[in-house]
């Protein structure tokens, strides 16, 4: 049973679109991380928040912790195929548990 | 490049068979976890290790088991393979344990059980 819920689950979209992926819970996270994978790799750290109401911006990529540290949101802003990949939520619980969601696997058609 | 490094990258095996994965952490790091991804799963939490020590457990199955040594390094030991247990294990080291910490990730193993 996923803890977290990440939506989409699939985005396709062309080259400089904007988008939005989203991961909720109905526990309290104590912090949140986001964290991209490519095919053949193991996931990549892109951003901490553990702030409610934190943004946090990496480039072209904008993160919101939602104010109940409920909710996340990655936007990505003119999306490039190098964008293409995994995206991984994963939330820190207060008993110093982590957990991931399922991802949304984006593609990025040049 | 991670740091962590997982061996063997591909193990092709039958069930019933016993497998035994190794990964070493990233330089500093004293925690390791393992992860099972598989494509309708996601990722898994499997184990988590501290300095030597059992520190967390998840959806780990009686037929795995883990331990880390005293050089830190750990092994993911799986036995009476199913074929539901093909996916991809992975192994990632944080400095410290704790929800909020980085964890670097290997590339992974990838097991196929015929």
């Known amino acids: 049973t996923q803890l977290l819920e990440q939506s989409p689950q699939f985005l396709s979209i062309q080259e400089g679109e904007n988008l939005t992926v989203y991961c909720n819970s109905s526990?309290?996270?104590?912090?949140l991380q986001w964290y991209r994978q490519e095919p053949g790799e193991g996931p990549v750290l892109l951003v901490t928040?553990?702030?409610?109401?934190e943004v946090k911006k990496l480039k072209r990529l904008t993160f919101q912790f939602g104010d109940a540290r409920k909710d996340s949101s990655l936007h990505i802003t003119a999306a490039q195929p190098g964008d293409t990949g995994l995206y991984l939520c994963a939330g820190g619980y207060n008993n110093n548990d982590m957990r991931f969601g399922a991802g949304t696997r984006l593609t990025v058609k040049p | 490049d991670s740091g962590v490094t997982q061996t063997p990258k591909h193990l092709i095996t039958a069930t019933g068979q016993r497998v035994t994965l190794r990964c070493s952490p990233r330089s500093g790091d004293l925690s390791v976890y393992w992860y099972q991804q598989s494509l309708d799963q996601g990722l898994q939490f499997l184990i988590q290790y501290y300095n030597g020590e059992e520190r967390a457990k998840g959806n780990i199955l009686e037929r795995f088991s883990a331990q880390q040594f005293p050089d830190l390094h750990s092994e993911l030991n799986l036995s009476s393979l199913e074929l539901g247990d093909s996916a991809l294990y992975f192994c990632?080291?944080?400095?410290?344990?704790?929800?909020?910490?980085?964890?670097?990730f290997g590339d992974g193993t990838r097991l196929s059980i015929l």
């Open positions: 990632a080291s944080s400095v410290e344990p704790g929800a909020h910490q980085p964890q670097h």
């Open positions: 928040v553990v702030t409610g109401g």
């Open positions: 526990s309290v996270f104590s912090s």
